[in-house]
Each structure stands twice: as structure tokens, then as C-alpha cells.
């Protein structure tokens, strides 16, 4: 079973830039998906990014495309958000998550979240 703890939230200024880390431990990291997902006030969880288990393949929101890049160190045991030119409507609560490589699975593991506020 693993275990994330996310890392590196903030206040910044609009136009800013900030880097979210995501620390797992507890099993095999590269066995994973790795997903950042984000919950703002009022509004449900939605999907941020995705990174496949090798750091190849990549998704986004159209929302942050262009904006933020995922990536991951497998030998670090940890997964990046790197979010340039924030907008107000990016503060949010950050999550990590983690999913098995097997078809049809869903993200089992979460980390605490990280508060992200950006400022206007």
C-alpha cells in the first residue's frame, strides 16, 4: 500500500509560479499511475494532470494545458506539478493520487492535499 505526502503549496500573485512535489513510500512506485487533482471551495474534486507509470504519456485538463507540466522521478519515488502563470482560479486544494497499472482501475491512494491560493 502507498503512501503520498504533497509538498509545496502556497500564496503567490497571479502570473506566478509554483512547484507541487508529491513523496511516496510504501510500495512500488513505478507500478503506479500518478494523478494531481484539485478541490476549490464549493465545487467538487476535478482532474488536474496525469503521468503514465514510465513518465511517457501525459494528460491535462484543457484548463491548465499549457500551463502546468506533470512529471515524475521513479527513482525519487515522487511526482511534480510544476503551475506557471497561475490565475486566481487555480486556488484550489492540491491532491496526489495514485492508481495501479492494471485497465479499468481507479485512483485508490490520496495524499492530504496542499493548499494552493492565488492571489489577484
Known amino acids: 500500500q502507498v503512501q503520498l505526502v504533497e509538498s509545496g503549496g502556497g500564496v503567490v500573485q497571479a502570473g506566478g509560479s509554483l512547484r507541487l512535489s508529491c513523496a511516496a513510500s510504501g510500495g512500488t512506485f513505478s507500478s503506479y499511475v500518478m494523478g494531481w487533482f484539485r478541490q476549490a471551495p464549493g465545487k467538487e474534486r476535478e482532474f488536474v494532470a496525469r503521468i503514465s507509470w514510465s513518465g511517457s504519456s501525459t494528460d491535462y485538463a484543457d484548463s491548465v494545458k499549457g500551463r502546468f507540466t506533470i512529471s515524475r522521478d521513479n527513482a525519487k519515488n515522487t511526482v511534480y506539478l510544476q503551475m506557471n502563470s497561475l490565475k486566481p482560479e487555480d486556488t484550489a486544494v492540491y491532491y496526489c493520487?495514485?492508481?495501479?497499472?492494471?485497465?479499468?482501475?481507479?485512483?485508490?491512494?490520496w495524499g492530504q492535499g496542499t493548499q494552493v491560493t492565488i492571489s489577484s
Open positions: 493520487a495514485a492508481k495501479r497499472i492494471l485497465p479499468g482501475t481507479q485512483y485508490g491512494y
